[in-house]
């Protein structure tokens, strides 16, 4: 088990900015691709952004393309999700996700929720 836990939402207006962490409680993501995904009321979840266990190839949503960043810091077992520009429709739960060894390849299973292991998530709400 890979324990994750995002922080790092919270409330911001349009245009503001917010970075959300995930750590895995002291275990190292070293070998795990990492997701971001979202969840707005009423809706189903989606994807967001994706990177691969070597830290390579960053793969988004295209709703999300040229705001948000995905990194990941290795030595700090820690996964980030910088989100600029941010607009209203930006509001949902956020959660990450770690696959076992998850590579670029795989990014089109990644994307449809194939994910090993999953936070329980941050609520970030956009709004004025």
């Known amino acids: 088990q890979v324990p994750l836990v995002e922080s790092g939402g919270g409330l911001v207006l349009p245009g503001g900015s917010l970075r959300l962490s995930c750590a895995a409680s002291?275990?190292?993501?070293?070998?795990?691709?990492m997701g971001w995904f979202r969840q707005a009321p009423g809706k189903e979840r989606e994807f967001v952004a994706a990177?691969?266990?070597?830290?390579?190839?960053?793969y988004y949503a295209d709703s999300v393309k040229g705001r948000f960043t995905i990194s990941r810091d290795n030595a700090k077992i820690t996964a980030y999700l910088q989100m600029n520009s941010l607009k209203l429709e930006d509001t949902a739960v956020y959660y990450c996700a770690a696959r076992v060894l998850g590579d670029s390849s795989d990014y089109p299973t990644m994307e449809k929720g194939g994910m090993d292991y999953w936070g329980k998530g941050t609520l970030v709400t956009v709004s004025s």
């Open positions: 990177i691969s266990w070597r830290g390579t190839s960053p």
């Open positions: 002291g275990r190292s993501l070293n070998n795990y691709g």
